[in-house]
């Protein structure tokens, strides 16, 4: 009986402790607001509908937060003219990904009435922040890693508007690499094209094939992570600067992250043949041949069996037949 008797009291000032919560809650939000602007020392943005993010010195809130040593800032710049895309490149863990996340959060801080962790802010207001990052499968519904991915990015585009930001990060690695590349060079291009899409986008890539779109596209800008060389290792400088990148460092990586040194050995001596445009070259310690050929396997039969031929000892009926045999190898 008391119970229902308190509830019913509660319930007859249900109007006044609902806005009561609500009042409770929004000073607390604006006070946690205040309160991690003040610890790490983060800065009043301006936000309006300029189309324009022009960050200063800007810092990722949660990577900051855990590491010892002082975050590298980097500046930002993006609008719906010159600055419409980013493309950017550089080695693994070299920060493309970090420096890609921290504008999401940044923007979206802005947006919900927080200050941001950066020297200085302008935030032109966008209408959605769409993010293609990371890379899982769904085997729930039999989807793989690149279904999921090529997914994501057709909502993307479908949803996205020109007043949007986009980050997109390895578009197009979970498949070959000339369609990967296509497929990753497609998407730039619709979203740099004002005609069809025009937003502002951050794109990190390894295909450096993409740079040449500076060239051809208006709106279209190339960035790269600085690094460094020193004798066999490399150091990760961690500042964002104009231009592609000369070196994806992938060897290197591999070292830092303990990959036997047997394996880092082979690795470079098969980046080299590959590079010189050798198709063989023997491993290491054996005698055997290690073929690696982009050639279809039909033609590379058809070459074999080219070679295995004396043309002295054929008839013409003879070379007719072998010629119509081995044009049927290459087609299949």
Not at 41 to 55: A, C, E
Not at 158 to 164: D, F, I, K, V
């Amino acid at each position: 009986q008391l119970f229902d008797e308190i509830r019913s009291r509660v319930a007859a000032q249900l109007e006044r402790v609902q806005r009561t919560a609500s009042a409770a809650a929004r000073l607390d939000v604006l006070c946690s607001f205040a309160d991690v602007a003040v610890t790490n020392r983060y800065t009043r943005p301006l936000v309006n509908t300029s189309g324009r993010i022009v960050l200063s010195e800007a810092r990722h809130p949660v990577v900051e937060a855990l590491l010892d040593v002082p975050f590298v800032p980097n500046d930002v710049t993006l609008d719906n003219g010159d600055n419409r895309v980013a493309i950017i490149t550089g080695p693994n863990m070299a920060g493309k990904s970090t420096y890609m996340r921290q504008t999401a959060l940044i923007v979206l801080m802005a947006q919900i009435g927080c200050f941001v962790p950066a020297t200085s802010a302008e935030i032109g207001v966008v209408d959605g922040i769409y993010t293609r990052v990371g890379a899982s499968d769904d085997l729930s519904t039999g989807k793989s890693t690149f279904m999921v991915e090529m997914s994501e990015v057709a909502d993307i585009l479908r949803n996205a508007t020109g007043n949007s930001l986009l980050i997109l990060d390895e578009i197009g690695r979970g498949t070959s690499t000339f369609d990967g590349m296509s497929i990753a060079r497609a998407v730039l291009e619709c979203a740099a094209d004002r005609r069809r899409l025009g937003a502002k986008t951050m794109f990190a890539t390894h295909y450096h094939e993409l740079t040449v779109l500076e060239d051809t596209m208006k709106g279209v800008k190339n960035y790269n992570i600085a690094a460094k060389k020193h004798g066999d290792d490399i150091i990760f400088l961690r500042r964002i600067v104009r231009g592609g990148a000369d070196d994806s460092y992938g060897i290197e990586v591999a070292k830092l992250a303990g990959v036997p040194d047997s394996v880092i050995k082979r690795a470079k001596v098969v980046l080299r043949e590959l590079e010189s445009g050798k198709a063989q070259t023997a491993p290491t310690g054996s005698g055997e041949q290690m073929t690696m050929s982009f050639t279809p396997p039909g033609e590379q039969e058809a070459v074999i069996r080219l070679k295995q031929l004396d043309i002295n000892t054929l008839t013409p009926m003879e070379a007719i037949g072998i010629l119509d045999k081995l044009c049927q190898m290459v087609r299949e």
